[in-house]
């Protein structure tokens, strides 16, 4: 069984700058993808950043040119750089993995870290 476990979240003023990991208590390589998804209250979970084993990138669109998903499969670790944060940001920030691309329903889950963005 694989665990995620997110963390890097945190209060944040707007334009902001926050990184959040997320660390696999088993190895990532054989994941052909994981991704960030939020969820905000009162709305649904959504998927902001994916990426692929072989390092390709996807991103919704509300978060393009702010946010950068990596990964470093010697350390069995995803990242979520976050830069220019806005209040529309803030969420609840889960790490997921799938063995499958596209990713579909994940088949792993993180427990989630909250992000609030406010000044």
């Known amino acids: 069984q694989v665990q995620l476990v997110e963390s890097g979240g945190g209060l944040v003023q707007p334009g902001g700058s926050l990184r959040l990991s997320c660390a696999a208590s088993g190895t990532i390589f054989s994941f052909n993808g994981m991704g960030w998804y939020r969820q905000a209250p009162g709305k649904q979970r959504e998927v902001v950043a994916t990426?692929?084993?072989?390092?390709?990138?996807h991103y919704v669109d509300s978060v393009k040119g702010r946010f950068t998903i990596s990964r470093d499969n010697a350390k069995n670790t995803v990242y979520l750089q976050m830069n220019s944060l806005k209040p529309e940001d803030t969420a609840v920030y889960y790490c997921?993995?799938?063995?499958?691309?596209?990713?579909?329903?994940?088949?792993?889950w993180g427990q989630g870290t909250q992000v609030t963005v406010s000044s």
């Open positions: 997921a993995a799938s063995w499958f691309w596209p990713m579909g329903e994940p088949n792993y």
């Open positions: 990426i692929t084993s072989g390092g390709s990138t």
